[in-house]
């Protein structure tokens, strides 16, 4: 149910009471009760974003040729776009709001990732009305290569929402591109998280221009602004593309 059908239902309501009661008292008691009805509605069934910061702590992911670390750049990025879903009243989660992997267990590194794996699941499936936006950068070998990529969960929603996003960065930072969203077959986040859930490589930190840009305060911005605004036109079901 979205937010404006709560407020007619509620409206409804308010109604129907005041036409059966009449009194000025019970109107003003009925107006008070509305609001927080309202309220509380629409707490109860707006969308909560959980923003996903890959890697950090011990696991700093892949790097720039500069030595720039992936988590340092994610964390920039999902900071960005939890202040920006603020302003459009969505609700937020961070996996994590610093430098720190979040594993609960394990000896090795490689148990300490695993378990940090299952936390952030456990984050995006315990978030009522949850949305995973996981956020990564991508690398390869070939410096050539360069260009967002959107990854979708299993959760009803999440291909569309890709399909989305993938559009509207190729049409606003990745002109060009020929980057399709993809399926998160074998991304641990996108098949063990029931909630709509989408992964995406912002670009490569292996081709040194895009890195430059990815680490710019102001590129990290309108990246964010795309991202947001696709994910909000999806929410409120409006059929259009987001264009810069």
């Not at 509305?34 to 707490?43: G, I, K, L, R, S």
């Not at 720039?64 to 990025?77: A, D, F, M, P, Y």
């Not at 098949?191 to 430059?212: R, V, Y």
């Amino acid at each position: 149910m979205r937010w404006y059908e709560v407020r007619k239902k509620s409206l409804r309501i308010v109604l129907y009471a005041v036409v059966l009661m009449g009194t000025l008292g019970v109107i003003r008691w009925i107006s008070a009760y509305a609001t927080v009805m309202v309220e509380t509605e629409f707490e109860k069934n707006r969308i909560c974003l959980i923003i996903d910061p890959g890697h950090g702590g011990i696991d700093g992911g892949t790097s720039s040729h500069s030595g720039v670390l992936e988590s340092t750049i994610n964390l920039q990025i999902a900071l960005c776009l939890e202040d920006l879903s603020h302003l459009l009243g969505f609700q937020t989660v961070m996996t994590r709001k610093e430098d720190t992997s979040i594993y609960t267990q394990g000896e090795t590194i490689a148990q300490k990732k695993v378990s940090d794996l299952k936390e952030r699941v456990k984050i995006a499936n315990g978030a009522q009305n949850g949305l995973l936006v996981s956020i990564h950068q991508n690398y390869y070998p070939d410096d050539r290569y360069s260009g967002a990529q959107v990854f979708y969960g299993k959760g009803e929603g999440s291909e569309e929402i890709a399909k989305r996003l993938q559009s509207a960065l190729v049409k606003t930072l990745n002109i060009g591109s020929k980057r399709k969203c993809k399926a998160g077959s074998g991304i641990y986040l996108m098949e063990h998280t029931d909630c709509p859930a989408i992964l995406i490589e912002c670009g490569f930190l292996s081709n040194q221009k895009e890195a430059n840009q990815l680490q710019d305060k102001i590129y990290q911005k309108i990246l964010c602004k795309v991202i947001i605004a696709t994910i909000s036109c999806y929410i409120n079901g409006v059929d259009r593309e987001v264009l810069r």
